[in-house]
C-alpha cells in the first residue's frame, strides 16, 4: 500500500532562518506531488505541483521554492523566512493526470518567530 | 478565476441526525470535485471525487452530489455520529493534473 511521510511534524524558526521540509511517498512510481498551505483562518492553498523528477510548476509567487531531486521525493524550501510564512504544510501525491483521489500527509506546523 | 465557497462555515448537531454541507463554485469547466475530512492538526482524508460526467457517489454513510452546471455540489451525512466530527472541506480540479482549489471548510461537531 502507498504512504506518504513528512518531516518534521512542528517546527519553529526565527525570521530570516532557512528552510527545509521534506516529502516521501512509498509504494507507487511517478506520483504527481503537491505542496500546499493552510494559513490560520484560511483554506489551503497549492504552492507547487510536480509530475516528474526536476519538473516544478509554481502556483503563486512567494518567498518559497520546491525541488525534486527523487520520483518519490519533494522538497520545500526557503533562503530566509518571513513571518507571512507561518502556517501548517501539506504534502499530497496523486497519479494519472485527471480523477484520481489526493493523498495528504499529516502535515509540518510552522512558526515564525 | 475559480472560486469555491462553503455553507455553513460551521454546525452544530446532536447524535442521528441526517445533514447536508454545501458546496458552490464559480467556474463549471472541472475535471473533477473531491470532499475531504481533516481533523484537529491532521492532514486530509480522501472522502468521495465526483467526476465531472457523474452526478453521485456513495460510500457508506456519506453522499455526494455533483451539479455541474449549477456550480454546486452536497455532501450528504446519514445517522451523524460524534466520530463524525471534524472539518469538510470540498476542492474542485479545474486545470488537470489534480490541482485543486479548496474550500474554506465547515467545521461539523455532532455531540451525543
Known amino acids: 500500500s502507498q504512504t506518504i511521510h513528512q518531516w518534521p511534524a512542528t517546527l519553529v524558526q526565527p525570521v530570516g532562518s532557512p528552510l527545509s521540509l521534506e516529502c516521501t511517498v512509498e509504494?507507487?512510481?511517478?506520483?504527481?506531488l503537491y505542496w500546499y498551505r493552510q494559513a490560520a483562518g484560511r483554506g489551503l492553498q497549492l504552492l507547487f505541483y510536480?509530475?516528474?523528477?526536476?519538473?516544478i510548476s509554481s502556483e503563486v509567487p512567494q518567498n518559497l521554492s520546491a525541488s525534486r531531486p527523487q520520483d518519490r521525493q519533494f522538497i520545500l524550501s526557503s533562503k530566509k523566512l518571513l513571518l507571512s510564512d507561518s502556517g501548517f504544510y501539506l504534502c499530497?501525491?496523486?497519479?494519472?493526470?485527471?480523477?484520481?483521489?489526493?493523498?495528504f500527509g499529516d502535515g509540518t506546523r510552522l512558526s515564525i518567530l | 478565476k475559480q472560486e469555491v465557497t462553503q455553507i455553513p462555515a460551521a454546525l452544530s448537531v446532536p447524535e442521528g441526525e441526517n445533514l447536508v454541507l454545501n458546496c458552490s463554485f464559480t467556474?463549471?469547466?472541472?475535471?473533477?470535485l473531491q470532499w475531504f475530512r481533516q481533523d484537529p492538526g491532521k492532514g486530509l482524508t480522501s472522502l468521495l471525487l465526483?467526476?465531472?460526467?457523474?452526478r453521485e457517489q456513495t460510500s457508506g454513510r456519506l453522499n455526494a452530489s455533483l451539479d455541474k452546471s449549477s456550480g454546486r455540489s452536497t455532501l450528504y451525512i446519514a445517522a451523524s455520529q460524534p466520530g463524525d466530527s471534524a472539518t469538510y472541506l470540498c476542492?474542485?480540479?479545474?486545470?488537470?493534473?489534480?490541482?485543486?482549489?479548496f474550500g474554506a471548510g465547515t467545521r461539523l461537531a455532532v455531540h451525543p
Open positions: 499530497a501525491w496523486s497519479v494519472g493526470r485527471n480523477n484520481q483521489p489526493q493523498h
Open positions: 509504494g507507487t512510481s511517478n506520483p504527481n
Open positions: 510536480s509530475v516528474g523528477i526536476g519538473q
Open positions: 467556474d463549471s469547466a472541472i475535471y473533477n
Open positions: 465526483i467526476q465531472s460526467s457523474q
Open positions: 476542492a474542485v480540479d479545474s486545470g488537470g493534473y489534480n490541482k485543486l482549489i
